[in-house]
Nanobody, 124 residues
Framework: QVQLVESGGGSVQPGGSLRLSCAAS????????MAWFRRAPGKAREGVVK???????TYAHSVKGRFTISKENAKSVLYLQMDSLKPDDTAMYYCAAVFWTCPLDWLTSRYTYWGQGTQVTVSS
């Protein structure tokens, strides 16, 4: 059983930055595909970025060039550095994981484990 706990959310002005963390326990993160999803008010949960075991990342078009994912396997922690934040980035952000290879699509049902979420609010 894998447990995921997110932290680092908060409120920030447009153009600002935040760094989210996701601590994994119960299984080495080196054996997991890990991802960040988000759900904005009134919208479906959407994929933001996913990272393979070898570090290869795939970003959603809406965040490419502004967000950076990284994983510290020694500590089993996943990070999401978010820069140049926009009001449209306001959402609950979730960490997700599945064993081995990342799914080709962004279907939430492909991911076995989920964190409880951390809120990000971008507003002036």
């Amino acid at each position: 059983q894998v447990q995921l706990v997110e932290s680092g959310g908060g409120s920030v002005q447009p153009g600002g930055s935040l760094r989210l963390s996701c601590a994994a326990s119960g299984y080495p993160s080196s054996g997991l595909c890990m991802a960040w999803f988000r759900r904005a008010p009134g919208k479906a949960r959407e994929g933001v970025v996913k990272v393979e075991r070898d570090g290869r990342a795939t970003y959603a078009h809406s965040v490419k060039g502004r967000f950076t994912i990284s994983k510290e396997n020694a500590k089993s922690v996943l990070y999401l550095q978010m820069d140049s934040l926009k009001p449209d980035d306001t959402a609950m952000y979730y960490c997700a994981a599945v064993f081995w290879t990342c799914p080709l699509d962004w279907l939430t049902s492909r991911y076995t484990y989920w964190g409880q979420g951390t809120q990000v609010t971008v507003s002036s």
